[in-house]
């Protein structure tokens, strides 16, 4: 068995339950750090909206908008959307935790989906990962950015983009009941 970036995809939900489940265990959350965890989430769940939008899955290769800064703004914002939710937990153990899963699985599947494009888009999606950094975004938008590609709130509910925002208050609402269930 190979531990390439197919197997850490495949473990990723099979590990991301457990996870959660410590992570929980471990949070010590408190009214103060819950609200600015929920603006750090919110600035991520708005990257994602942004990205979703341009987003056309199996159609064509998404270099507008967010993604003429980053070529994975969606893992971005779940990046920040994580880190806004390890703080709202008040825990560093959870903290850990959070930022271990994310690392580990998510730099897997961003290869895995790195060769894919490869495969589908070739020298087009070549052009863009020299202008593009994987990850961490640039200051300025590529060259290679289509300007006439627009944000569309229909692309967003295609993506079903609106469910990190429901899960997201969700695990901010599993929070405030941790915090209410210690103060009793």
Known sequence: ??????????????????????????????????????LIGGIGLCIRASAAGYLRKQETLAIAGPYAYTRNPLYLGSGVL???????????????????YFT????AVMRREEAELRRRFGSAFEDYARAVP????SLT?????AESDTFSWIQ???????RAAAGFLFVLGLLVMIWAYRLS
């Open 156 to 162: 967003y509910r295609k993506n079903r983009e609106y």
């Open 141 to 145: 938008p590529s060259p290679t950015s």
């Open 1 to 38: 068995m190979s531990l390439g970036p197919d197997f850490f995809t495949r473990l990723r939900v099979k590990i991301a339950y457990p996870t959660a489940l410590a992570v929980f265990w471990f949070a010590r959350p408190i009214p103060l750090v819950i609200i600015l965890g929920a």
């Open 104 to 107: 580990v699985f998510y730099v």
């Open 82 to 100: 994580m880190a806004g939710l390890a703080v709202a937990a008040n825990s560093w153990i959870s903290a850990v935790l959070s930022v271990g």
């Open 134 to 137: 994987i990850f961490f975004p």
